[in-house]
């Protein structure tokens, strides 16, 4: 035997031995791994037979007391934006921005020479008129009087004479009317305040042409604002209307005096929602002598919404969304069966549901999506 044959037997007899060595040390490590899987495996199979452990509550009727949040705008109890009746100047000014009026109190008064002449010529039409009639009522009383001597007048004169006289007195009633409306037309060059208030415009001075809206003033001369007496307006969403008709009084605050509340009743409900913003108006009436408030503020309204009895209740954790459906998950059997519902009113962590549930269903108490329908569940203690 060779040098070389003898080597080559000397590599396959380490090789083989190492063969030996490696499948020996590798057999107490799969022995382990194997071990393992079957302790994992024994473990999710006493899980899956025992279910999830949840917790459960018993569905039970009740009524839930909650309160909405709401941006209001305060306005002013009444307003008016005055103009002129009539084309005319500005001859004097009584008040200024920010004045207190009183209802009654002049403004301002106008000027308006053309109808002093119109006054003129309806009074003189006026009293032609008065004559003509005095003269054709005389006439005819004479020729009455005069007709019941038979054979004097004639039966035609006389009806001529009294339609004379019953058109004379038409004319003169004509006369006498726009003569009046003359004089009523000058009494709008004196310019009133309609209600008591302050003056949140002014827009014109001495000497401004004005007249009515549109045609010889784009502005009014003066608005009047009610302000000791105001209006809260909110509108309420669609979903919260039939709640909001049973609040009364409601509780807002303003940016400009924090740390302020202030307290209103709801005096008036729109009764119709506006067709954009799906909403109902409410109104309350606030009493503002002191003017603290200010029309055009925006106020934060708290409003109450009592709730309805004999509704279910359920913690808010009990309810699942997701991009499918609103539910709760039920306890039926054992088994987790995903009931959907409807959400009411929310207050302090509960929430109002509706759906198909009758008393003293279990719910999960921690409701998820994990949990999917005949999952097996185990109630734990609370």
Same mark, same amino acid.
Not at 221 to 247: C, G, M, N, W
């Given at each position: #035997?060779?040098?070389r ?13 190492y063969?030996v060595?490696?499948a020996a ?8 791994f ?15 037979? &025992?279910?999830? $452990?949840?917790?459960i509550?018993?569905? $039970? ?7 909405l ?5 305060? %306005?002013p /109890? ?7 009746k009539?084309? =005319? ?15 009654? $109190? ?16 309806a009074q003189?039409r006026?009293?032609? %008129? ?5 003269? =054709? ?7 009455l009087?005069?007709? *019941?001597?038979?054979g004097?007048?004639s ?6 004479? /009294?339609? %004379?006289?019953?058109?004379? !007195? ?14 009523? #037309? ?8 309609? /209600? !008591? ?5 002014r ?5 401004t ?7 010889? !003033? ?9 302000? &000791?007496?105001?209006?809260? =307006?909110v @509108?309420?969403?669609e ?8 609040a009364?009084?409601?509780? /807002?605050?303003?940016k ?7 307290? @209103? ?5 729109a ?23 200010l029309?055009g503020?925006? @106020?934060?309204?708290? #409003?109450?919404?009592?709730?309805? *009895?004999? #509704? ?8 699942? =969304?997701?991009s ?5 998950i039920?306890?039926?059997n054992?088994?987790?069966?995903w009931?959907?519902v409807r ?8 929430v ?9 269903d &279990? ?14 569940? &185990?109630?734990?203690? %609370?």
């Amino acid at each position: #035997m060779t040098k070389r044959h003898t080597n080559i037997m000397n590599v396959k007899k380490y090789s083989l031995s190492y063969r030996v060595m490696t499948a020996a040390a590798l057999l107490p490590i799969g022995l382990f791994f194997s071990s393992c899987h079957n302790t994992q495996a024994e473990d999710e199979t006493h899980t899956e037979s &025992q279910g999830v $452990q949840v917790k459960i509550i018993h569905l $039970q009727k009740g009524q839930l007391d909650a309160s909405l949040k709401l941006p209001g705008e305060i %306005k002013p /109890f009444q307003f008016a934006d005055l103009y002129a009746k009539v084309n =005319s100047y500005v001859k004097n000014v009584s008040v200024d921005l920010g004045s207190q009026v009183a209802a009654g $109190q002049v403004l301002a008064t106008l000027e308006a020479p053309e109808m002093n002449t119109q006054l003129l010529e309806a009074q003189s039409r006026l009293h032609t %008129k008065e004559a003509m009639f005095r003269a =054709s009522r005389a006439t005819y009383e004479r020729l009455l009087k005069t007709s *019941k001597v038979p054979g004097t007048i004639s039966p035609n004169d006389l009806d001529m004479a /009294f339609e %004379k006289m019953s058109a004379d !007195s038409a004319e003169l009633l004509s006369s006498r009317s726009s003569y009046h409306e003359v004089q009523q #037309m000058l009494t709008y060059l004196t310019i009133r305040a309609p /209600f !008591s208030g302050v003056i949140s415009q002014r827009n014109v001075h001495p000497g401004t042409y004005v007249g009515p809206a549109g045609k010889g !003033s784009d502005k009014p001369l003066f608005r009047l604002e009610e302000q &000791q007496k105001l209006r809260l =307006s909110v @509108a309420v969403p669609e979903i919260y209307t039939d709640d909001a008709h049973h609040a009364g009084d409601v509780r /807002f605050t303003v940016k400009s005096l924090p740390g302020d509340t202030f307290t @209103a009743h709801v005096n008036r409900i729109a009764g119709s929602l506006d067709v954009k913003l799906r909403s109902e108006i409410l109104e309350m009436d606030i009493t503002n002598k002191e003017r603290r408030l200010l029309p055009g503020m925006y @106020a934060e309204v708290q #409003m109450p919404l009592p709730g309805k *009895k004999e #509704m279910y209740v359920v913690p808010k954790s009990a309810i699942v =969304s997701n991009s499918e459906k609103v539910f709760v998950i039920k306890s039926v059997n054992n088994k987790a069966v995903w009931v959907p519902v409807r959400r009411g009113n929310e207050s302090n962590g509960l929430v109002e549901i509706f759906g198909n549930l009758s008393d003293n269903d &279990q719910l999960v108490q921690n409701g998820s999506d994990e949990i999917k329908e005949g999952t097996l569940l &185990q109630a734990v203690a %609370k």
